[in-house]
């Protein structure tokens, strides 16, 4: 029978994973904490919403205003060439959401399945021999392969989730609340370019960094837009959710758990509610409103906390005792706003697990990433804890 996790090391991962929030926005996060005792929370013209209910709430019955500056839809339109998911409203918002399903639906990501174990397979092979592996590198070739899959492109995954991760740390970084750090401001605008080259129908971006493309034609630009989004969330969700992920397993003693076919799918799905990837949701309300018994008013800046909607700072991951899928849910958004790629998130993670599971690797290296705005690793490094060939 698979033992629940022990207390004692479900507080030594927590405090592992809190380092990746304190070493990139310490401020930030102490004012989420402080705050979060209340379901919402107005600051001056800024209502914090930490509340499960009231998160709901907000994306599902809230108009929102899909082109406000300081948003992740402000964000998109400012680094696309053409119109994307975000930014659009009606008819041209429910048919890009239904390609986008397409996509990453089952038979999607069944079809892409391949190609991120073969990474797996390869990047992970050393833990069998002794020897360690850092898992981030791991996950931004996870990510950079599986968008060059899913989106036909030609260009090198490397370079992909490089420009992708480039791109999508300026873009969140310049929405979320708080101070910027010294030359970050203005930062968006080259990787943005390079994704844009890297991933234009038809092109295989070796021009480089430095050696610009050809100029999109306006069919190309607008289909360039979509793709550049969707690479940015994918490898931004990827490189942060995966190494996380396998701290946790590692620091909670969750590898039994991990190694169960049968609670695996369970397991992956609190870990996701704990990591919380995109731990926060900038919106703008777009008319007056009630959240909560708190008013609300047209052009008020929303921070939807993710992170506590889905009790992550209070409930721990356990397949044996899962959060109710309603709660857990919530880190992908919900209604119309639910993120169409968490079914690839799941998959990613649940193989994973899988292959990490028979070695049990413990986290021998950890330093955060503080210059990206997501909570994630720059490096995690990790170690077979039993011998090679040495049965648990």
Do not use: K, N
Not at 137 to 147: D, I, S
Not at 238 to 258: E, G, N, S
């Amino acid at each position: 029978m698979t033992p629940p996790p022990r207390p004692a090391a479900v507080r030594a991962a927590r405090r592992r994973d809190r380092r990746v929030y304190t070493r990139s926005h310490p401020l930030l996060f102490a004012l989420l904490a402080a705050a979060r005792r209340r379901p919402v929370t107005r600051i001056g013209g800024t209502l914090l919403i930490h509340g499960s209910d009231p998160y709901r709430h907000a994306l599902t019955r809230i108009p929102l205003d899909r082109t406000a500056a300081g948003t992740t839809a402000g964000a998109a339109r400012e680094l696309s060439t053409g119109t994307v998911l975000f930014d659009q409203d009606g008819t041209g918002h429910r048919d890009t959401r239904r390609a986008v399903a397409d996509r990453l639906g089952a038979a999607g990501v069944e079809r892409l399945r391949p190609v991120w174990q073969e990474v797996l397979e390869r990047r992970l092979a050393p833990l069998a021999a002794g020897r360690a592996v850092d898992l981030v590198p791991v996950a931004r070739e996870v990510a950079g392969a599986t968008v060059r899959a899913l989106l036909d492109a030609r260009a090198d995954p490397r370079h992909i989730a490089d420009a992708a991760a480039r791109t999508a740390a300026a873009a969140v970084r310049d929405h979320l609340p708080g101070p910027r750090r010294p030359g970050t401001t203005h930062g968006a605008a080259e990787p943005a370019a390079q994704l844009h080259a890297l991933l234009a129908p038809g092109r295989t971006g070796t021009a480089g960094r430095h050696r610009p493309q050809p100029a999109l034609t306006p069919g190309e630009a607008e289909e360039t837009g979509l793709r550049a989004m969707l690479a940015v969330a994918a490898v931004t969700t990827t490189v942060a959710a995966l190494p996380r992920a396998a701290a946790w397993c590692a620091d909670a003693a969750l590898w039994d758990q991990a190694a169960d076919d049968r609670l695996r799918p369970a397991l992956v799905q609190e870990l996701l509610r704990v990591l919380a990837p995109s731990p926060l949701l900038p919106r703008v309300a777009a008319a007056d409103a009630d959240l909560g018994g708190c008013p609300v008013r047209a052009g008020d800046r929303l921070i939807l906390v993710a992170r506590h909607a889905a009790l992550a700072h209070s409930a721990p991951p356990d397949a044996l005792s899962p959060a109710p899928p309603t709660v857990a849910h919530l880190v992908f958004g919900a209604g119309a706003h639910t993120c169409p790629g968490a079914r690839l998130a799941h998959a990613q993670l649940d193989d994973l697990l899988a292959a990490l599971a028979p070695h049990r690797p413990t986290v021998v290296r950890a330093r955060a990433d503080r210059a990206s705005a997501l909570p994630g690793w720059r490096s995690l490094t990790v170690r077979a804890a039993l011998p090679p060939g040495q049965d648990r």
